[in-house]
């Protein structure tokens, strides 16, 4: 993905993770690495700069705390859980950025009316991959696409094929700007290995439409939690967190 930004990521080393009492498997909450934050957002920083950055899903405030350091104008980050938003409130004033990011809490689905009045230049995400309720994902991009021209959004490789589909159904162009590995680490006590590389796509969504269509995607209510990780092949190791073949 090019020249890393050592400071970037050194400064995102500082801020708290998900506390694991706290940690909510039915919103798919999985921290964000530094690493992976900071190359991602020094990958896409001409869309950051001085522009007004909207963050769905925003955890931590990983991406938020990112982008303001990055020197976006204003940040939102947008999260419905209240000991997420607490945790990231702390984050931006360890990373002294309190001045330019704000929070909102907000649930969002594919009918999700966000509370905003200003639209914004980017959104910058790592929306939920969708393994718990199927077409979450899709209704993270669909919801950002409401608000903003350009969305920059973490997704499964497994699902490149479907998001770049259906981006046309939604009124924007979709395409793949960098190929990453997510270290998942080992969070719920049902995860059988210590941590994962997941296959991700940074996955850039142009709106080309003035109005977006009707929703088409149905969310039926999750399964039950699964007892262990399902077993899957280890992807090769040695690449690294973060690092990934630019597009």
């Not at 940690?23 to 690493?35: D, G, M």
């Not at 000991?83 to 702390?90: E, T």
């Not at 360890?94 to 200003?118: G, M, S, T, W, Y």
Request: hydrophobic letters at 40%.
């Amino acid at each position: 993905m090019g020249k890393k930004d050592f400071a970037l990521e050194a400064a995102l080393q500082r801020l708290q993770p998900f506390d694991n009492e706290q940690i909510k498997f039915e919103l798919e909450q999985y921290a964000t690495s530094a690493e992976l934050g900071a190359a991602i957002i020094t990958h896409i920083k001409e869309e950051v700069e001085n522009k007004r950055v909207l963050d769905l899903g925003c955890g931590t405030g990983m991406l938020s705390c990112a982008c303001a350091l990055a020197g976006a104008s204003i940040v939102v980050g947008v999260d419905c859980d209240d000991d997420a938003l607490a945790l990231a409130r702390a984050n931006v004033q360890e990373c002294d950025v309190d001045h330019v990011v704000d929070f909102v809490r907000c649930r969002i689905d594919d009918n999700a009316r966000l509370p905003l009045r200003n639209t914004f230049d980017t959104c910058v995400m790592n929306p939920p991959f969708g393994t718990r309720k199927k077409g979450i994902d899709a209704a993270f991009v669909r919801a950002a696409l409401s608000l903003c021209d350009v969305v920059y959004s973490l997704h499964k490789t497994s699902t490149r094929s479907f998001l770049l589909k259906r981006a046309y159904e939604w009124g924007a162009v979709a395409d793949v700007v960098a190929e990453l590995r997510f270290d998942l680490p080992k969070t719920y006590a049902f995860h059988a290995d210590d941590s994962r590389d997941v296959a991700v796509d940074l996955v850039r969504f142009r709106r080309v439409a003035d109005e977006l269509p009707p929703p088409v995607v149905s969310m039926p209510e999750p399964p039950p939690p699964a007892t262990r990780w399902a077993p899957r092949g280890r992807a090769p190791r040695g690449r690294g967190r973060g690092r990934g073949r630019r597009r």
